[in-house]
């Protein structure tokens, strides 16, 4: 089955979980993780990207973010591919530092923002990364010690996650503290991260009681939210068609899209496979690019393909807008 299109409207709640190919690192020491957080920083400031949570972990990373006005895709592919280049060159090392595609959920702000950033700060302390609270608390490498105070990075917004255990720093810190110790005692891999179904219900206790009673509800893997939640992002999604594609359907729409570029052209589909730089072709390649991957979610090597170019070269496509 293809993968959905992502779901990238501005303002929208992602958690984010980036992943090192075949769980290969993705930082080796403190130099990786400071250029890590100093890029991510600057970008998003320069793309109004709002964090609110996150953890740097050896071969993965956990972000809660909230798209600026033109979604999370340029910020994600600014900050991996800018990294991945910095980290191969740095590391002496070749090819993809990242699995293919980092992998976004949007999220139900009212229903699950706490407990996200609790599971995502709670990251190092269950990979024994940190033993205790105290550890925790002046760990550099995640969210938590901002929340505390112990650490600062200006580009997280620690007063718009507080807001939501207290309206006083002191008395929400410490609800927030009070808050992420009794989470500590729950295990929400599945309810957060799982399938559709278990993450729209809250565990599969709550989906197989639904089934007996022949309940149906919407459900979607890029989604973390009820069924009325899921009903209104897929609703207001204009990639929303994209739910109903087959492979061979997709594929119809990708040809289509290069034949209409091409007549627009007054150039031949083999010409435009053809790597040639001539004329339009570079802009023309661009714009399909940037359609391909950002509206249809293909990735960089199948976008490639249709292209007649390397993979390479889109990418730098996508980066120079």
């Keep these: 089955m293809p993968r959905g299109a992502r779901l990238d409207a501005p303002g929208t709640l992602h958690h984010v979980i980036i992943r090192g190919i075949e769980r290969g690192s993705i930082v080796i020491d403190d130099s990786d993780r400071i250029w890590f957080f100093e890029r991510m920083g600057l970008l998003a400031k320069e793309t109004g990207t709002s964090i609110y949570a996150f953890a740097l972990m050896t071969n993965h990373a956990h972000l809660l973010i909230k798209s600026g006005p033109t979604g999370i895709s340029a910020f994600m592919r600014k900050l991996l591919t800018g990294y991945a280049q910095y980290f191969n060159r740095r590391h002496k090392r070749i090819g993809h530092l990242f699995q293919n595609r980092y992998k976004s959920i949007i999220c139900q702000e009212e229903a699950y923002f706490d407990k996200l950033i609790a599971y995502i700060h709670l990251n190092p302390l269950r990979a024994g990364i940190v033993h205790n609270f105290e550890e925790l608390s002046v760990y550099k490498w995640s ?158 090597a199948e976008t490639a393909r249709k292209l007649g170019v390397a993979t390479n070269t889109v990418s730098y496509m996508l980066r120079k807008r």
Excluded: P
């Design 143 to 300: 969210g938590h010690a901002v929340l505390m105070g112990t650490i600062r990075y200006d580009w997280m917004d620690s007063d718009y996650v507080l807001q939501f255990f207290g309206s006083r720093e002191g008395q929400a810190k410490q609800a927030y503290a009070e808050f992420l110790e009794f989470e500590a005692g729950i295990d929400r891999e599945q309810e957060l991260t799982g399938g559709g179904l278990v993450r729209s219900h809250g565990g599969w206790s709550q989906v197989q009681s639904m089934r007996k009673k022949g309940a149906k509800s919407m459900s979607d893997e890029r989604i973390l939210g009820d069924d009325a939640f899921v009903r209104e992002v897929l609703s207001e999604a204009e990639e929303r068609v994209g739910l109903q594609l087959t492979a061979d359907e997709r594929s119809c729409l990708l040809n289509e899209a290069i034949r209409k570029a091409c007549g627009e052209a007054g150039v031949s589909e083999a010409f435009l496979r053809s790597g040639s730089r001539s004329g339009m072709m570079s802009s023309i390649r661009k714009k399909l690019a940037l359609q391909f991957v950002n509206e249809y979610g293909l990735s960089l």
